[in-house]
């Protein structure tokens, strides 16, 4: 995944939900416990860590039992002196106090604990790249210190490969609709990081790369889920498991929701979106041009899915005057560059929702040569009256330019394919004239109907009528 590569654009939560939601998530909610928490008699190591006799009550004030207490403990302290929920005062004396931050939990907006869950969220993501505690320990020399060479462990290249995987996380899961519903089986996500895309059929050493994957993304996943970016149902235990120990219950092997199954939770598209951001991708959501001009709107929505087309146009004219609207639409609908005919089609589909309020604006250009043949499909469809007849070559240059916006909104789809097979069926004698059309897009439309139609005799038709658009256009 380059920094070039097209993303989705995504609909996300409100924030004051988002907000919410990251309020309550176990890691964020625990970590502000102690902060809080936090006074006079608290003391933490040269690392900012709270010292190891401290961990007990805070487990206790957390309300955690069992073996891993302490440790969740630990966790969560090291979150909120990340996040800036906790100060250190004294390195040498190891005193502490409340961090600013730690207020806008309370008293900020929503965008402001969003910005401390951010925070929270990186500390996790660095915390998840770090070799697990087994490896940590098989690499301690005979002082007690950790031998980083005996580690098969590139820092950089770890975090490299949790960001590829989440980055294909929000790829496969992330849509105009939100995140939704939808789980990705772990062994796929590993295989989307090791499987060359060329390769059909995975090597055994392919294989076991992923296999290895999948068990650092299982570790890593139950790290990530506390802090409410992923909803995440673990590898099954049985799995690891002796292969010659009988198994305590029957085992299917078909099962794939045994070896891993993770979600995107809205709360994690939302700081998924925020880090691709940050990293420099083009992230777009739903809502980014609702306060841009009509320019703005036709272009950037050209790449995007219908439905999030719909949306962000809904919100792009709920903030503004319907007839005013339908002006400044038909005003940047115009031009010859090659997105013309998209936002001209996008234009037509914004003048729909605004409805008849729009048809003063609508009749003013029924003469303008670009959007007289829309106006007038417009107000038929409208039901309006007194809607003047197009002329033949209005028809034509009409066909052409819509031909084109589909090309481009949709590329050689069937839904495509079918228009271009009635229409050829429809006019017989289209190639011969439609070759002649004044369109910057004449001959790229007239190719593309050569490729689609299936009929061999018609498609040689419109390659010949191609050839001849562009030794017309001048090469």
Same mark, same amino acid.
């Given at each position: 995944m380059s920094d070039s590569s097209p993303l989705p654009p995504v609909r996300l939560h409100p924030e004051a939900e988002l907000a919410r939601d990251a309020l309550s998530t176990p890691l964020l909610s625990r970590a502000a416990l102690l902060a809080r928490r936090a006074g006079p008699d608290t003391r933490v190591d040269a690392g900012g860590a709270l010292v190891e006799e401290q961990l007990p009550a805070a487990a206790e004030a957390l309300g955690l039992t069992g073996e891993d207490a302490a440790a969740y403990a630990s966790e969560a302290w090291r979150v909120a002196v990340d996040a800036g929920l906790v100060e250190v005062v004294d390195e040498e004396a190891g005193t502490v106090t409340a961090g600013e931050d730690l207020a806008l939990?309370?008293?900020?907006?929503?965008?402001?604990?969003?910005?401390?869950?951010?925070?929270?969220?990186?500390?996790?993501?660095?915390?998840?790249?770090?070799p697990d505690l087994d490896d940590l320990m098989e690499a301690m020399d005979e002082g007690?210190?950790?031998?980083?060479?005996?580690?098969?462990?590139?820092?950089?290249?770890e975090a490299e490969f949790l960001d590829g995987v989440l980055g294909n996380l929000y790829l496969l899961t992330a849509s105009e609709d939100g995140p939704g519903d939808g789980t990705v089986p772990l062994p796929a996500l590993a295989a989307s990081m090791i499987v060359p895309g060329d390769m059909d059929e995975p090597t055994n050493d392919v294989l076991e790369q992923v296999s290895d994957a999948m068990m650092r993304l299982d570790d890593q996943f139950r790290l990530l889920e506390p802090i409410g970016i992923v909803a995440y149902?673990?590898?099954?235990?049985?799995?690891?498991a002796d292969p010659d120990e009988e198994p305590t219950a029957p085992l299917d092997d078909t099962d794939v929701s045994r070896y891993g199954m993770v979600r995107l939770t809205p709360l994690g598209l939302y700081g998924l979106r925020a880090r691709l951001q940050e990293a420099g991708f083009d992230a777009p959501a739903v809502g980014d041009l609702a306060d841009k001009g009509a320019d703005a709107l036709l272009d950037g929505s050209a790449g995007y899915g219908s439905r999030a087309a719909l949306a962000e146009t809904e919100l792009w004219l709920a903030r503004r005057e319907p007839l005013a609207a339908a002006q400044e639409l038909l005003a940047a609908a115009r031009g010859s560059d090659p997105g013309a005919?998209?936002?001209?089609?996008?234009?037509?589909?914004a003048l729909s929702l605004v409805g008849g309020q729009a048809e003063p604006a609508v009749r003013e250009v029924l003469d303008d040569p670009e959007l007289g043949g829309l106006a007038r499909v417009w107000l038929s469809e409208l039901g309006a009256s007194d809607v003047p007849a197009p002329s033949e070559d209005l028809v034509f240059w009409l066909t052409v330019d819509t031909l084109a916006a589909q090309l481009a =909104?949709?590329?050689?789809?069937?839904?495509?394919? %079918?228009?271009?097979?009635? &229409?050829?069926?429809?006019?017989?004698?289209?190639? =011969?004239?439609?070759?002649?059309?004044?369109?910057? %897009?004449?001959?790229?439309? &007239?190719?593309?109907?050569g490729r689609l139609h299936p009929d061999k005799r018609i498609a040689k038709e419109a390659r010949k009528a191609a050839f001849k658009a562009r030794s017309q256009q001048g090469g």
């Amino acid at each position: 995944m380059s920094d070039s590569s097209p993303l989705p654009p995504v609909r996300l939560h409100p924030e004051a939900e988002l907000a919410r939601d990251a309020l309550s998530t176990p890691l964020l909610s625990r970590a502000a416990l102690l902060a809080r928490r936090a006074g006079p008699d608290t003391r933490v190591d040269a690392g900012g860590a709270l010292v190891e006799e401290q961990l007990p009550a805070a487990a206790e004030a957390l309300g955690l039992t069992g073996e891993d207490a302490a440790a969740y403990a630990s966790e969560a302290w090291r979150v909120a002196v990340d996040a800036g929920l906790v100060e250190v005062v004294d390195e040498e004396a190891g005193t502490v106090t409340a961090g600013e931050d730690l207020a806008l939990l309370t008293a900020g907006a929503p965008h402001d604990v969003l910005a401390v869950w951010l925070a929270a969220l990186e500390a996790v993501l660095a915390e998840a790249a770090v070799p697990d505690l087994d490896d940590l320990m098989e690499a301690m020399d005979e002082g007690g210190q950790v031998d980083f060479s005996k580690l098969d462990w590139n820092p950089e290249a770890e975090a490299e490969f949790l960001d590829g995987v989440l980055g294909n996380l929000y790829l496969l899961t992330a849509s105009e609709d939100g995140p939704g519903d939808g789980t990705v089986p772990l062994p796929a996500l590993a295989a989307s990081m090791i499987v060359p895309g060329d390769m059909d059929e995975p090597t055994n050493d392919v294989l076991e790369q992923v296999s290895d994957a999948m068990m650092r993304l299982d570790d890593q996943f139950r790290l990530l889920e506390p802090i409410g970016i992923v909803a995440y149902r673990p590898v099954d235990e049985a799995l690891m498991a002796d292969p010659d120990e009988e198994p305590t219950a029957p085992l299917d092997d078909t099962d794939v929701s045994r070896y891993g199954m993770v979600r995107l939770t809205p709360l994690g598209l939302y700081g998924l979106r925020a880090r691709l951001q940050e990293a420099g991708f083009d992230a777009p959501a739903v809502g980014d041009l609702a306060d841009k001009g009509a320019d703005a709107l036709l272009d950037g929505s050209a790449g995007y899915g219908s439905r999030a087309a719909l949306a962000e146009t809904e919100l792009w004219l709920a903030r503004r005057e319907p007839l005013a609207a339908a002006q400044e639409l038909l005003a940047a609908a115009r031009g010859s560059d090659p997105g013309a005919p998209l936002r001209r089609l996008r234009c037509q589909q914004a003048l729909s929702l605004v409805g008849g309020q729009a048809e003063p604006a609508v009749r003013e250009v029924l003469d303008d040569p670009e959007l007289g043949g829309l106006a007038r499909v417009w107000l038929s469809e409208l039901g309006a009256s007194d809607v003047p007849a197009p002329s033949e070559d209005l028809v034509f240059w009409l066909t052409v330019d819509t031909l084109a916006a589909q090309l481009a =909104a949709e590329g050689n789809s069937e839904e495509l394919q %079918a228009l271009v097979e009635g &229409l050829a069926q429809q006019h017989g004698g289209f190639f =011969a004239a439609a070759w002649r059309v004044d369109h910057p %897009a004449t001959a790229d439309v &007239l190719e593309a109907m050569g490729r689609l139609h299936p009929d061999k005799r018609i498609a040689k038709e419109a390659r010949k009528a191609a050839f001849k658009a562009r030794s017309q256009q001048g090469g």
